[in-house]
């Protein structure tokens, strides 16, 4: 009876233990995890969580942009997001003489509402295909499978109905291509910008701060979906009107205190959490400190020039807090899981399931597979980075390497006139966008350095034959920095790219020797080319077996585990997920402790007059000596609650997302992952793990009490 009672404990600490791990499926949640969102606080039941018959939150929870998650607030459509996800609309919205990226802005009425081109999508169903897919996939070979699938999927969605009302399919594979699920969305069209803090506000802490908890950065804007006048989607138009939406979220000033349960609904992008040994050893060795140098090499030059001048700052800033944000996080990425050893441990969990393996013949071979196949590609590796992150890491290599499709139309036999205008007016418009968006003063810099990296790092049997001894024919020694500095500076002195008169002619009348004459099209082309003709298929052979292993590896996992099963949720992949946690607190290491939440009073220990990252309004700074904070005072606390953290299982595509309380109200908006378990992707961290958010109260007295738009604050479902 004692020992029966004991393996019983056990059992139920090893399930609460991992409780706050997984992203479920939304529809999914009443057959997993329901009950013990239940025994964890939830007050709601599991029809209010996912219907598709009637509203429920699901419905208020959109794609926001590219990649990232947004929520719907009130019944006239309006989104509240985080900050970083508004960023690029905010800044292309905004000039040096209406800097609404530095000043920030709030329209006072639906006019001023500014147009942007944005889209959302709305979640309307999840249909299981699995069936579907295997049955149009039958008796291939994993080669043929891999060719056909796009294919199959094609078939799939072509069958949703209401395209005209921008529905379409999207089908996931989940569990390493052991399910297939579909979820169709309603895209919407006409998205304008209504509000956002001051950047200062918004990305307050900066670089220094991304990553971390503590934290104090009002993460959030605010936009609005508009329809057609019958509330169908459409192009943007004056005579549009707010959405009607069929749900939108209430919002909570009551507080929460530690330990309350906290969910999170949203579009999480990647994790690879039945990542082998062989993967994490080719990121921590290879991949990830490759990535790492080249970002932090580009990012350096980009900021020398965005702080001399604010039309500079404005042109590079979306860009270059997409690179830094990667550029931190993998770099902490490997950090983290060196700490946990999360090598070892895979290895470990690898020899269990060989051991169980043996005899299986489908299953014995998958890690000698796996092994063979990493050591095949390994010599590649950091060639394939050094491409992407270096020489295409310049923008003027990488739209150089775009005039590859080009030379290909002009070079093609039997190329008529009309394909070759054709390809040229595309480059003409990309090159367009490439000069808008471009700094020279940086990228000769960036371009000269990656040229250079390349020589240097990656072995020299793997060149682009030919690049290199030209160089050293015109501008000196390859071993020799100042070598790639001059012929950089004459690259971008020469190039067509950067001259109206020769591009102009060349535009319209296309000549390949011009372009393979060019210096800036023949130095992106040579490495493009090196790799495309000689590596590239290597590495789709690598990624097919991994694929093929990956997907016998689950289903292993699924037969070593059978009772296991129902506990299982497929990696992030862009689908709509369910977290949930509760607010709580940590230690991040020996002897220190990180509070739940941050308040008024950090903002100001933080604050440093005209800092890069750290300046404030100064309007911000009255209000909070003088603790008017109104409405959204922390009772409990006597202060302004800026940020918490609850023990979520979110990732990067989950920026933006509602953090729900037991009630089904918002009371945070998700916008990061903590430092010390910047393993997540690979490995969640059972007692560090944290999602970082900024509370509603702050958001809200932002746009009220600073921003001064109580209309924005009219239109909530407030919970007082
Ligand atoms: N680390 C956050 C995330 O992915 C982005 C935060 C943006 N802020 C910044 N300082 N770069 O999703």
């Not at 169903?125 to 060719?147: F, M, N, P, Q, Y």
Request: with cysteine; hydrophobic share 40%.
């Amino acid at each position: 009876m004692k020992k029966f009672f004991v393996s019983l404990v056990l059992f139920a600490s090893f399930f609460k233990a991992r409780a706050d791990e997984g992203m479920w499926l939304p529809m999914l949640l009443g057959k997993q995890v329901y009950a013990d969102m239940v025994k964890r606080g939830l007050k709601l039941t599991a029809e209010q969580l996912y219907a598709i018959n009637k509203s429920s939150i699901k419905d208020a929870i959109i794609i926001f942009g590219g990649g990232c998650t947004g929520e719907i607030v009130s019944n006239q459509g309006l989104i509240f997001t985080n900050h970083h996800c508004g960023y690029a609309a905010i800044a292309s919205a905004s000039s040096v003489a209406d800097n609404y990226l530095k000043d920030g802005f709030y329209a006072a009425n639906k006019d001023q509402e500014i147009e942007t081109t944005l889209t959302v999508q709305f979640l309307d169903k999840i249909v299981d295909v699995t069936s579907e897919v295997e049955a149009g996939l039958k008796g291939l070979s994993w080669e043929e499978r891999t060719k056909k699938l796009a294919d199959v999927f094609q078939t799939i969605t072509d069958k949703v109905a209401d395209k005209e009302n921008g529905k379409a399919g999207r089908i996931y594979s989940m569990f390493k291509d052991n399910q297939y699920i579909m979820y169709v969305y309603q895209t919407y069209r006409d998205i304008r910008l209504v509000g956002t803090p001051p950047e200062s506000i918004g990305k307050f802490g900066g670089d220094t701060d991304n990553w971390e908890w503590p934290r104090h950065t009002g993460d959030f804007s605010v936009f609005r979906v508009y329809a057609a006048k019958d509330g169908k989607p459409a192009a943007f138009s004056k005579e549009n009107s707010p959405l009607k939406p069929k749900y939108h979220l209430p919002v909570s000033i009551k507080g929460f205190k530690e330990g309350d349960f906290a969910m999170i609904y949203g579009y999480p992008g990647s994790t690879n959490r039945y990542e082998t040994s062989y993967g994490i050893k080719l990121k921590i060795d290879l991949e990830n400190p490759a990535l790492v140098a080249l970002r932090d090499m580009r990012l350096k030059n980009m900021y020398a020039e965005m702080v001399k001048d604010p039309a500079v700052k404005l042109k590079l800033a979306s860009s270059y807090a997409g690179i830094a944000n990667y550029w931190k996080f993998f770099d902490g990425e490997s950090k983290q899981l060196l700490k946990f050893n999360t090598y070892a441990t895979k290895q470990a969990y690898e020899q269990k399931f060989s051991a169980w393996a043996k005899g299986k013949t489908e299953y014995e071979k998958i890690m000698s597979d796996y092994s063979k196949n990493y050591t095949a590609w390994t010599p590649y590796s950091k060639h394939r980075q050094y491409l992407r992150e270096g020489i295409l890491g310049s923008p003027l290599g990488a739209f150089a390497s775009s005039l590859i499709g080009l030379e290909a139309a002009m070079v093609k036999t039997g190329a008529t006139g009309a394909d070759i205008k054709k390809a040229a007016d595309a480059a003409n418009s990309q090159r367009n966008a490439f000069l808008q968006s471009e700094d020279k003063p940086s990228d000769v810099k960036i371009l000269a350095a990656v040229a250079f990296a390349f020589y240097k790092d990656i072995d020299k049997s793997q060149h682009p034959i030919g690049f290199y001894e030209k160089l050293k024919a015109a501008y000196g020694d390859p071993r020799e920095e100042a070598s790639y500095k001059k012929w950089a500076e004459a690259v971008f002195a020469n190039t067509i790219i950067f001259n109206d008169a020769k591009w102009n002619a060349f535009i319209a009348s296309p000549d390949a020797n011009v372009l393979q004459a060019d210096p800036a099209f023949d130095f992106s082309a040579s490495f493009v080319k090196n790799y495309n003709t000689k590596y590239a298929s290597l590495f789709t052979v690598f990624t097919n077996k991994n694929n093929e292993l990956g997907r016998s590896y689950v289903k292993g996992i699924m037969e070593m585990n059978p009772a296991a099963v129902n506990k299982m949720y497929p990696d992030a992949n862009s689908s709509m997920r369910v977290s949930y946690g509760n607010v709580k607190s940590y230690k991040p290491r020996d002897a220190a402790f990180y509070d739940y939440v941050t308040t008024s009073k950090g903002v100001l220990e933080k604050y440093k007059p005209n800092d890069y990252e750290y300046d404030l309004p100064l309007k911000q700074l009255e209000l909070f000596k003088k603790k008017d904070f109104g409405q959204y005072i922390d009772k409990a606390k006597n202060d302004l609650v800026i940020g918490f953290i609850t023990t979520n299982d979110i990732t990067g595509g989950n920026s933006g997302s509602p953090v729900i309380n037991a009630n089904g109200h918002l009371i945070g908006l998700a916008f990061d992952g903590n430092y010390e378990a910047l393993s997540h992707k690979i490995e969640f961290d059972k007692d560090l793990n944290r999602t970082i958010n900024v509370d509603i109260r702050y958001v809200l007295w932002c746009i009220d009490k600073l921003g001064g738009a109580s209309n924005i604050i009219n239109e909530l479902t407030l919970i007082k």
